[in-house]
């Protein structure tokens, strides 16, 4: 088996940083959709902006409102108007073709990305 990247939301920007909810990323659901993210699903989140990496669980936010919200511990690793990449992986013996998008600055659908082609850097 190995572990390959399954899903990334690539340069999301933080919404809101809150210490005092219990844990979790709230990300826009319809995001979650396009990458194929489930509710409760471990990610690795990676701060572009400070270089800080951590580890929580996606919580379906509300749709179309374009959160990205860093809650509970994880938000001491992070700040409101952070740009972020958003990774999900998966236990495999078998290749897999990873969903991944592109969002702008208000953390709305731009393109969907494809791993090996993309040589150019996206920002």
Same mark, same amino acid.
């Given at each position: =088996?190995?572990?390959?990247?399954?899903? /990334? %939301?690539?340069?999301?920007?933080?919404?809101?940083?809150?210490?005092?909810?219990?844990?979790? %990323?709230?990300?826009?659901?319809?995001? =979650?959709? /396009?990458?194929?993210?489930?509710?409760?699903? /471990?990610?690795?989140?990676?701060?572009?902006?400070?270089?800080?990496?951590?580890?929580?669980?996606? %919580?379906?936010?509300?749709?179309?409102?374009?959160?990205?919200?860093?809650?509970?511990?994880?938000?001491?690793?992070?700040?409101?108007?952070?740009?972020?990449? %958003? =990774?999900?992986?998966?236990?495999?013996?078998?290749?897999?073709?990873?969903? =991944?998008?592109?969002?702008?600055?208000?953390?709305?659908?731009?393109?969907?990305?494809?791993?090996? /082609?993309?040589?150019?850097?996206?920002?």
């Amino acid at each position: =088996m190995r572990v390959v990247l399954k899903s /990334k %939301i690539h340069r999301a920007w933080v919404t809101d940083a809150n210490t005092e909810y219990i844990g979790s %990323i709230l990300i826009d659901e319809d995001l =979650m959709d /396009k990458v194929d993210l489930w509710n409760f699903e /471990k990610v690795l989140v990676c701060d572009v902006t400070n270089g800080n990496r951590f580890e929580t669980y996606a %919580i379906a936010g509300e749709r179309g409102s374009g959160v990205c919200a860093v809650q509970g511990a994880a938000a001491r690793l992070s700040s409101r108007g952070n740009c972020l990449i %958003i =990774m999900s992986f998966e236990y495999t013996e078998e290749p897999v073709e990873p969903q =991944m998008i592109l969002v702008d600055e208000e953390n709305q659908f731009v393109e969907f990305l494809e791993a090996a /082609k993309n040589v150019q850097p996206v920002h």
